[in-house]
């Protein structure tokens, strides 16, 4: 089993149970839109495994965030015990920050 969910008070809670890989990505966001679906939740909240979600669980939180945003459903993502997650772009991930280039220059040719 990829995900675990629960319904209350409109709100779908899904839960990512571990770190998704490349075979088990498309399934828990397939999962996810069939739930959408089925239920039509006012809104869908997805509990990551981890505050620093692999890149194979950003992309299905991706793909399942695109789906609710053409059915007009607010999705909202947390990290285990309702923190806010660390996305893997985010300067807190340890991710460098972007440099500004000059108009058509490319640095480090």
Known sequence: MVISHHIADGTLHVRILHELSVTDRAAAALEIESLVHAHRPERVT??????????????????AQRMCQSLSVPLTATAPGGRAPLFPSGPEAGAPRPQWLEHGARHNH
Do not use: D, K, N
């Open 46 to 63: 997805v509990e990551l495994p981890s505050r620093s979600p692999s890149p194979m669980t950003f992309s299905a939180l991706a793909r």
